[in-house]
């Protein structure tokens, strides 16, 4: 039943791209969404352009979208059959390996565009030739395009189009926050636990140790693992619910496309993953950063000779502690809550620094997608 649904869906696609031939988004999950979202409203308001956006998840709040510009199309289990014949002028994703397993580029002329979904930097997180094989990147900021364009020298690979966009999740996220009614500040503050997905992340060295110190503390615990980390560790996020769900305040979340706990909470605790960054540039809050393994994807990293944004900065944004020295932690977040949140001037010097076109990146990204299907059909027009 389902591959017949997708059939249909495939049938539908490739009948809409006919006329709709500017840009399709792909996402893999429900949570990339708020990734495009700022470039593809700006493209809306500013266009005529007709948005195909084809999802790999049935939950993908995106289903509520329809309209005259904007179209969903299911396809998931059969999209390696599909990527080959895509043939509109752009294909926008936040997929990285694109052609080093199943989903391989489109056989056509398509203007395969990469856009991030975090601030970290490429070549230390990712894996080795990780966006190798895109036309376009949408950089978040200075780090990007210095890490790409040595890539390219040491690799001797062929230049690719680097554009200063920015981060509008991350400018997303502040406005949220900020629009926060006072009675949602003022509930019983929360501390999130948020860890990356990598091998010797803090579900796997020291979340005991750090959950036995704060659940007696008068906090909320939110531990939110990571997407990947739930597809692929199952049974350890079930032994995390059945020896801690007993604790009133314990709460497990599963649904990451969901930012409520990152806005309600009052602290982070995290270890390499993005959204420590997120967290501190984003709403200007603090980050208790686990010093765990560094989350290495791609082994020769250092040929770049450029420190990643992520080792760079941790020292600034947040406080670093050794997953040994957790058992003071209790102490470490009580100093924190005491004394306030973090140092908002500096955390808004460090991103202004950092990311590219604050305010504006999903205008500047819906500016290179309309410009560059305006270029390749005279017949398009842009709204007064």
């Given at each position: ?84 014949f895509i043939n509109t002028k752009t294909l926008v994703l936040t997929m990285a390996d694109l052609d080093h397993h199943h989903i391989k580029r489109s056989t056509n002329q398509v203007n395969h565009i990469y856009m991030f979904h975090a601030i970290n930097s490429v070549h230390m997180t990712y894996n ?207 100093d924190i809550m005491n004394n306030g949140e973090a140092n908002k001037a500096i955390l808004q010097y460090e991103r202004n620094d950092n990311i590219f076109n604050w305010g504006r990146s999903g205008e500047v990204g819906a500016d290179y997608i309309i410009n560059y299907c305006l270029e390749n059909n ?7």
């Amino acid at each position: 039943m389902g591959l017949f649904r997708e059939i249909k869906y495939i049938i539908k696609y490739f009948s809409a791209a006919k006329s709709a031939t500017d840009v399709t988004f792909y996402s893999e999950g429900g949570i990339y969404y708020q990734y495009f979202k700022g470039t593809i409203e700006a493209i809306i308001k500013k266009s005529d352009i007709k948005i195909l956006y084809i999802t790999s998840d049935i939950q993908d709040p995106v289903w509520k979208l329809q309209g005259n510009q904007f179209e969903s199309f299911y396809i998931n289990k059969l999209l390696p059959f599909v990527f080959p014949f895509i043939n509109t002028k752009t294909l926008v994703l936040t997929m990285a390996d694109l052609d080093h397993h199943h989903i391989k580029r489109s056989t056509n002329q398509v203007n395969h565009i990469y856009m991030f979904h975090a601030i970290n930097s490429v070549h230390m997180t990712y894996n080795e030739g990780a966006i190798d094989h895109y036309d376009t990147i949408f950089c978040v900021g200075p780090h990007h395009e210095a890490e790409i364009r040595k890539t390219e020298e040491v690799y001797q690979l062929e230049p690719k189009r680097l554009i200063q966009v920015g981060y509008s999740w991350l400018e997303e996220l502040e406005t949220q926050y900020l629009e926060r009614s006072p009675s949602e500040i003022h509930d019983r503050k929360k501390i999130l636990i948020a860890p990356s997905w990598n091998e010797d992340n803090i579900l796997e060295t020291c979340i005991d140790t750090i959950l036995d110190k704060i659940m007696v503390l008068d906090y909320d615990v939110i531990v939110r693992p990571h997407p990947e980390y739930i597809k692929r560790q199952g049974l350890a996020i079930k032994q995390l619910r059945d020896k801690y769900s007993h604790h009133s305040n314990f709460i497990l979340e599963t649904n990451s496309a969901s930012s409520e706990s990152v806005q309600g909470s009052s602290l982070l605790i995290t270890d390499w993953s993005g959204i420590g960054i997120e967290y501190a540039w984003g709403m200007g809050k603090p980050v208790i950063y686990i010093d765990t393994p560094k989350k290495i994807h791609n082994s020769e990293y250092e040929k770049l000779n450029i420190v990643p944004l992520e080792v760079r900065i941790r020292n600034i944004i947040g406080k670093v502690i050794a997953p040994l020295e957790c058992s003071g932690i209790d102490r470490e977040i009580q100093d924190i809550m005491n004394n306030g949140e973090a140092n908002k001037a500096i955390l808004q010097y460090e991103r202004n620094d950092n990311i590219f076109n604050w305010g504006r990146s999903g205008e500047v990204g819906a500016d290179y997608i309309i410009n560059y299907c305006l270029e390749n059909n005279s017949s398009r027009k842009l709204k007064d």
